[in-house]
């Protein structure tokens, strides 16, 4: 290789949004140093997989992927294989112990620091949580495609703990950004042609930084930057939707009606054992007083089945709640012990039944999720335009409430926010035309 070419980066990104939030701050700090991305890992100079250690499946995942690259790394000893995310965090030295071919494992709070490591300039593991601010340290954010919808990560970690949860770990305490920080960064971006924004934090709405009275207050001055037209935030905790958060979704035209608020379990002995801090009923009250400020609002949950010590009745209960409250659409897992939980050395329940639980609660989950796309047909809605559909003339965004919707729309442009009136639904999308 001459100086004259580039170096190429692969990244690939596991697990939640504010993953790929990091993998592209991680992206834009490898290219200051003269990487530029590439989708395919053979072409690459270094491979970073940016990981995920919410469930067990994610690390295995890891752990093979890492070992399809043993033939690439074979043929090409000076390619450079970095492990990033949660499950760096959790597994440090044990990764390269493991599969000696990887050169650099780094955490998500040190991963202002790659760059150096890259160069051979730091240590091969990095899982320090640094005094210093990592987001003082990371290059402006840049455009990196016409991407009119944009992460914003305003705040990390969690000092929930959940008793399943391995995020208060690897990520650590709860930490909020100063709002001046994060309207500068949400600024640059409308600039660059960003028109929809969502926060992102571990527990969003427990965000609690300088300069802003609360996550409400946050979203309020976000609200006034000229061009920002949506905005829309995820993780949220019931304990933490504030009544100037809910009066926000209210009040805020720009805020998106669309509400991510994991429940996990119906059952008030099942949300007792989890350490969630609230019953069933206190979220359906809760739900009740968002759904009087804003009617129109879709609801989506995290379920887990299968958390150790659940009964029938108490899966009756989740059930139930699902019933009660009508999810637009729903993410449900079985249970798996995390190490270092709380609820890891708590006994199992039995496999069969936790599968079975699962598939009943996805069935009616699916039914829900149909029903609410369903509802959607003969309205009009807000869509903003991401990339082009699978037909000439045809683009794709999406609608207020983050369904994908195709749209005939010749004239149209990516980042065009437009009105479309919904035609049909089909299995996990909807289309409609321009009005
Ligand atoms: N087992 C199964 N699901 C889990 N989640 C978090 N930890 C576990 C675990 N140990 C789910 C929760 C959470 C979502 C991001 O992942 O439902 O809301
Ligand atoms: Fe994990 Fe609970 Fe914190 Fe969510 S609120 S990140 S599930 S500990």
């Known amino acids: 290789?001459?100086?004259?070419?580039?170096?190429?980066?692969?990244?690939?990104?596991?697990?939640?949004?504010?993953?790929?939030?990091?993998?592209?701050?991680?992206?834009?700090?490898?290219?200051?140093?003269?990487?530029?991305?590439?989708?395919?890992?053979?072409?690459?100079?270094?491979?970073?997989?940016?990981?995920?250690?919410?469930?067990?499946?994610?690390?295995?995942?890891?752990?093979?992927?890492?070992?399809?690259?043993?033939?690439?790394?074979?043929?090409?000893?000076?390619?450079?294989?970095?492990?990033?995310?949660?499950?760096?965090?959790?597994?440090?030295?044990?990764?390269?112990?493991?599969?000696?071919?990887?050169?650099?494992?780094?955490?998500?709070?040190?991963?202002?620091?790659?760059?150096?490591?890259?160069?051979?300039?730091?240590?091969?593991?990095?899982?320090?949580?640094?005094?210093?601010?990592?987001?003082?340290?990371?290059?402006?954010?840049?455009?990196?495609?016409?991407?009119?919808?944009?992460?914003?990560?305003?705040?990390?970690?969690?000092?929930?703990?959940?008793?399943?949860?391995?995020?208060?770990?690897?990520?650590?305490?709860?930490?909020?950004?100063?709002?001046?920080?994060?309207?500068?960064?949400?600024?640059?971006?409308?600039?660059?042609?960003?028109?929809?924004?969502?926060?992102?934090?571990?527990?969003?709405?427990?965000?609690?930084?300088?300069?802003?009275?609360?996550?409400?207050?946050?979203?309020?001055?976000?609200?006034?930057?000229?061009?920002?037209?949506?905005?829309?935030?995820?993780?949220?905790?019931?304990?933490?939707m504030a009544d100037d958060l809910i009066a926000a979704h209210r009040d805020i035209p720009q805020l998106m009606p669309y509400l991510h608020l994991p429940v996990q379990s119906g059952s008030d002995r099942m949300l007792k054992a989890m350490n969630r801090k609230h019953t069933a009923d206190q979220y359906l009250r809760l739900i009740d007083r968002i759904r009087a400020a804003r009617p129109d609002i879709m609801l989506t949950s995290d379920f887990i089945v299968g958390f150790p010590g659940e009964s029938d009745a108490d899966h009756a209960a989740t059930l139930r709640l699902v019933e009660q409250v009508g999810f637009g659409t729903a993410f449900s897992f079985k249970y798996s012990p995390r190490p270092g939980t709380p609820a890891a050395g708590r006994a199992l329940v039995d496999d069969a039944v936790a599968d079975a639980r699962l598939k009943e609660l996805q069935a009616l989950l699916t039914r829900q999720q149909k029903a609410a796309q369903e509802s959607m047909v003969g309205r009009t809605l807000g869509v903003l335009f991401e990339k082009p559909g699978r037909l000439p003339g045809q683009l794709v965004g999406k609608s207020d409430y983050l369904h994908s919707v195709f749209v005939d729309a010749p004239d149209a442009q990516i980042g065009d926010l437009v009105q479309v009136r919904i035609r049909e639904s089909a299995a996990n999308s909807l289309a409609g035309e321009l009005v």
């Open 1 to 240: 290789m001459t100086d004259q070419t580039p170096k190429r980066l692969f990244i690939k990104t596991y697990g939640c949004q504010m993953n790929v939030y990091d993998s592209q701050r991680m992206a834009e700090a490898m290219g200051a140093e003269g990487y530029v991305e590439t989708d395919r890992p053979e072409d690459a100079d270094m491979v970073l997989l940016n990981t995920c250690h919410i469930r067990e499946k994610a690390a295995e995942k890891l752990y093979s992927d890492l070992g399809r690259l043993k033939p690439l790394k074979a043929g090409r000893p000076d390619l450079k294989i970095g492990v990033a995310g949660c499950v760096a965090q959790a597994e440090g030295d044990e990764i390269i112990r493991r599969m000696p071919l990887v050169d650099l494992v780094v955490g998500p709070q040190a991963y202002h620091r790659l760059p150096a490591m890259a160069r051979g300039e730091g240590p091969a593991v990095d899982t320090e949580f640094p005094a210093e601010d990592k987001f003082d340290h990371l290059p402006q954010r840049r455009a990196t495609r016409r991407a009119p919808a944009a992460f914003l990560t305003v705040q990390e970690g969690c000092d929930k703990f959940c008793a399943f949860c391995v995020v208060p770990y690897t990520r650590g305490a709860e930490v909020s950004r100063p709002a001046a920080r994060i309207l500068a960064e949400a600024r640059d971006l409308v600039t660059r042609g960003v028109r929809e924004i969502t926060l992102l934090g571990q527990n969003v709405n427990g965000w609690h930084g300088e300069g802003a009275e609360g996550f409400g207050g946050l979203i309020r001055q976000l609200a006034e930057i000229d061009g920002l037209d949506r905005i829309r935030y995820t993780t949220s905790h019931p304990s933490d």
